[in-house]
């Protein structure tokens, strides 16, 4: 799940993010929880996700719309 958190949280950051972010979030999230192996990876999945959020706000400020591109 860890892994999973990583790999999501790094894709949302250039499409999907307002799918991506949350589940990311909660992978990493039940990750730690459970205590997994690899918490430096659900870490980067946990600050993944969120910034996957801030950066879709960012956008969205930015273009005063509910979704962003380029």
């Known amino acids: 799940m ?3 958190a990583f790999i999501l949280g790094l894709v949302g950051l250039l499409v999907l993010n307002v799918f991506l972010g949350p589940i990311a979030i909660a992978l990493a999230s039940v990750a730690l929880w459970r205590g997994t ?10 600050g993944l996700g969120i910034a996957d ?11 005063s719309t509910m979704s962003w591109n380029f």
């Open 37 to 46: 192996a690899r918490r430096g990876r659900a870490f980067l999945g946990l």
């Open 53 to 63: 959020l801030l950066v879709l706000v960012a956008f969205m400020q930015f273009d």
């Open 2 to 4: 860890a892994v999973a």
